[in-house]
């Protein structure tokens, strides 16, 4: 799943994703379903340290990654989640 769409419809279908890579700006992050989903799937924020991330966001985030951020280090932060879970 690469977009909220695509979330949205995964969900509706009875899918459920094993990690979330969510962008502390997406538009969809305030979502009342993005939130219900956010507690129980491991998650990823990937924020800015200049602004804060907005109040819906305040969900446990298993990890926050700032920008800058390499694609390697989001790989990496789900490989852990992935990791954890398998634990």
Same mark, same amino acid.
């Not at 200049?50 to 298993?62: C, G, M, Q, W, Y």
């Not at 852990?80 to 879970?85: C, I, R």
């Given at each position: 799943?690469?977009? %909220?769409?695509? $979330?949205?419809?995964?969900?509706?279908?009875?899918? +459920? =994703? @094993?990690?979330?890579?969510?962008?502390?700006?997406?538009?969809? %992050?305030?979502? $009342?379903?993005?939130?219900?989903?956010?507690?129980? +799937? =491991? @998650?990823?924020?990937?924020?800015?340290?200049?602004?804060?991330?907005?109040?819906?966001?305040?969900?446990?985030?298993?990890?926050?990654?700032?920008?800058?951020?390499?694609?390697?280090?989001?790989?990496?932060?789900?490989?852990?989640?992935?990791?954890?879970?398998?634990?």
């Amino acid at each position: 799943m690469e977009t %909220a769409d695509d $979330a949205g419809r995964a969900i509706a279908a009875g899918e +459920t =994703p @094993s990690a979330i890579v969510l962008d502390a700006n997406a538009a969809a %992050a305030s979502g $009342a379903s993005l939130q219900n989903l956010l507690r129980r +799937t =491991p @998650s990823v924020l990937i924020a800015s340290r200049t602004t804060s991330k907005p109040p819906a966001l305040n969900e446990p985030f298993r990890k926050v990654l700032f920008r800058p951020v390499q694609i390697s280090e989001i790989v990496a932060a789900v490989f852990d989640l992935l990791q954890g879970q398998n634990a």
